[in-house]
C-alpha cells in the first residue's frame, strides 16, 4: 500500500506550451548534450537508463559517472541557470545557460572533464556543432523547475506502493518526458527473452510538456504489450484515452490546475491505471 500523504497546498505554475516552448526546446537541447555525455561513461543498463537524468531540487543532474579514476557530475540548474561540472577531485566548474549555443555547450563541457581518452566528437550525433545562440527565458525555465520537482514527488510516492520491479523516476532527454517503468515481473510471450526492449512485460507512467502528438503538458499511461480491454476502464476527471499514433491514458496537467487537491488527484490516476494494467497482464 501506499503510505498516505497529507497534501499540502501548492500552486503549479501554469505551463502552456505555447508561451515557453523555445526555452524548453532549449532545455531539451542541452539534456540530450548532457545525455549523450553521460552514456559514454556511465556502465550500460538496461532499457537504456544510463543516458537518462534525475530530477534534483535545483533542476536535472546525470548523478555521478565514472571518468577514468574519478567521478563527474553535470547539473542542469534551473534555480541557478548555470551548467555545473563536479569532481570528486574537488573541480567546480559553471557555465550560464543563457546566450548559449549547442557547440558553446558541449565545449565547455569537454574542457572540463577530465582527460578520458574518449573522442566524445566521434560519439555525439550531428546538430551538437550548431553555434545559433539558443533562446532562454528565465522564468520559464523555473516554472519548469518547480513542476518536475513536484511530479517527482508523485512519482517516487506512486513507485514506494509497488512491490513489482520498477525504474528509476528518470528524464529522458530523447522525449524530454519524466517517467517511471513498473514491470509485472513476466516475459511476453513470443518474444526473444534476451531482447531487452521488447522482452519485459510493463507499463509506462510519464510526464511530457508536450509533443506532436498532444500540444501541451500531459501525463501519460501506457502498457506493452497492450492487453484486450485495456481501455474499457472508464477514466474521471478529464483524462481520456488516447489512440492516434499510440494508446495510453492521458490527463492533461492544466486538469491539475483546475484541483484543489492536485497531488491526490495525480496519484490516483497512476494507482488506478497501474491496478487496472496489472489486472489485465494475466
Given at each position: ?18 508561451s ?7 532545455l ?39 571518468v577514468g579514476?574519478?567521478?563527474c ?11 555545473i ?5 574537488g ?11 549547442s ?18 566528437e566521434?560519439h555525439l ?7 545559433s ?14 513542476t ?31 517517467a ?9 510471450p513470443?518474444?526473444d ?5 521488447h ?9 511530457v ?10 501525463f ?13 476502464l472508464e477514466?474521471k ?5 488516447h ?7 492521458v ?32
Amino acid at each position: 500500500m501506499t503510505k498516505q500523504v497529507t497534501e499540502v497546498p501548492v500552486q503549479l505554475p501554469a505551463l502552456s506550451l505555447s508561451s515557453w516552448r523555445p526555452t524548453r526546446d532549449t532545455l531539451q537541447q542541452v539534456a540530450r548534450i548532457v545525455g549523450k555525455v553521460r552514456s559514454q561513461f556511465a556502465p550500460k543498463s538496461k532499457h537504456w537508463w544510463h543516458i537518462t537524468l534525475s530530477v534534483y531540487t535545483h533542476g536535472l543532474t546525470t548523478t555521478p559517472f565514472p571518468v577514468g579514476t574519478q567521478n563527474c557530475e553535470l547539473n542542469l540548474d534551473l534555480a541557478g541557470h548555470r551548467l555545473i561540472l563536479s569532481g570528486s577531485d574537488g573541480r567546480l566548474s559553471t557555465l550560464p545557460l543563457a546566450g548559449q549555443s549547442s557547440a558553446s555547450l558541449y565545449r565547455w563541457i569537454l574542457s572540463s572533464l577530465p582527460s578520458t581518452g574518449i573522442d566524445l566528437e566521434r560519439h555525439l550525433p550531428d546538430g551538437y556543432g550548431d553555434e545559433s545562440i539558443l533562446p532562454y527565458d528565465y522564468q520559464a525555465a523555473e516554472s519548469y523547475r518547480r513542476t518536475i520537482n513536484w511530479v517527482d514527488s508523485v512519482f517516487k510516492a506512486f513507485k514506494g506502493g509497488l512491490r513489482e520491479e520498477t525504474s528509476p523516476v528518470q528524464l529522458f532527454p530523447h522525449h524530454f518526458d519524466l517517467a517511471l517503468n513498473w514491470f509485472s515481473g513476466r516475459l511476453v510471450p513470443g518474444a526473444d527473452p534476451a531482447d531487452e526492449e521488447h522482452a519485459d512485460e510493463q507499463m509506462n507512467f510519464g510526464f511530457v510538456t508536450g509533443d506532436d502528438s498532444i500540444p501541451d503538458a500531459y501525463f501519460y499511461v501506457t502498457a506493452y504489450p497492450e492487453p484486450a480491454d485495456w481501455m474499457e476502464l472508464e477514466l474521471k476527471q478529464g483524462a481520456y484515452w488516447h489512440t492516434e499514433g499510440w494508446i495510453g491514458a492521458v490527463l492533461p496537467y492544466a486538469e491539475l490546475l483546475k484541483h484543489d487537491q492536485p497531488y491526490s488527484l495525480l496519484l490516483v490516476y497512476l494507482q488506478q491505471l497501474r491496478l487496472h494494467g496489472a489486472g489485465l497482464m494475466v
